[in-house]
């Protein structure tokens, strides 16, 4: 099946930094993908859908201004969590849509953990 | 309204039995699709079964089956001969074409396989 990768797989950060997720459809074009945050025993969480070429649309309640997600190819989204903070920690999870696809089926990256001290 | 509901946090299966996870839907979309995904502890998602809306037929996949009542809105997923592996959290998801093709997750089961 298609292939979605994250990187990194993890990472620890200190407050009021920044930190870059990158995500990639390896052997398909991506026009839509999908950001998903995951706190602890809990669901997915759809933060923002990101289209090639233009700019993301953001679900309620997710600031743009502190997830910046950039969709710059067909093949690689990137959401940056700015100025980060201690309750940013996080799993962040992208997946992506291969629109040749029968079902439309979305495609889930292995997601990167997100730590912030 | 919730678009998606799992009833069941968590669900204990004796290892080689069968088990039902639950999932109900609401949409007024006729065109839809149902899927689930098995999380393990690392965290990634793994797609396990899809049921479209207008398949006659239920969804099979191995061990597992997709029970899909549509009268009832519901997608229960049924994992037949349970082994210590399939021990994770179970998503069920839809997909509405008229809301961009976005993924609704439910809160997820827990699935535990006993030895």
């Known amino acids: 099946g298609a292939v979605v990768s994250q990187h990194p797989s993890r990472v620890i950060c200190k407050s009021g930094t920044s930190v870059k997720i990158e995500c990639r459809s390896l052997d398909f074009q991506a026009t839509t993908m999908f950001w998903y945050r995951q706190f602890p025993k809990q669901s997915l969480m759809l933060m923002a859908t990101s289209n090639e070429g233009s700019k993301a649309t953001y679900e309620q309640g997710v600031e743009k201004d502190k997830f910046l997600i950039n969709h710059a190819s067909l093949t690689l989204s990137t959401l940056t969590v700015t100025s980060a903070h201690p309750e940013d920690s996080s799993f962040y999870i992208c997946?992506?849509?291969?629109?040749?696809?029968?079902?439309?089926?979305?495609?889930f990256g292995p997601g990167t953990r997100l730590t912030v001290t | 309204a919730q678009k998606i509901t799992q009833t069941q946090p968590g669900m204990f299966v004796q290892e080689k039995e069968a088990v039902t996870l639950d999932c109900t839907y609401d949409?007024?979309?006729?065109?839809?699709?149902l899927f689930w995904y098995k999380q393990p502890s690392s965290g990634e998602m793994i797609f396990l079964i899809y049921q479209g809306s207008y398949d006659q037929q239920n969804a099979t996949e191995g061990r597992y089956s997709l029970n899909f009542q549509k009268a009832r809105k519901s997608a229960n997923l049924v994992i037949s001969a349970s082994q210590l592996g399939d021990s994770a959290m179970y998503f069920c998801?839809?997909?509405?074409?008229?809301?961009?093709?976005?993924?609704?997750f439910g809160t997820g089961t827990s699935l535990t396989v006993i030895p």
């Open positions: 997946s992506a849509r291969d629109p040749t696809g029968g079902r439309n089926e979305q495609y």
């Open positions: 998801a839809m997909r509405e074409p008229n809301t961009g093709n976005q993924f609704y």
């Open positions: 949409t007024s979309d006729p065109s839809y699709g």
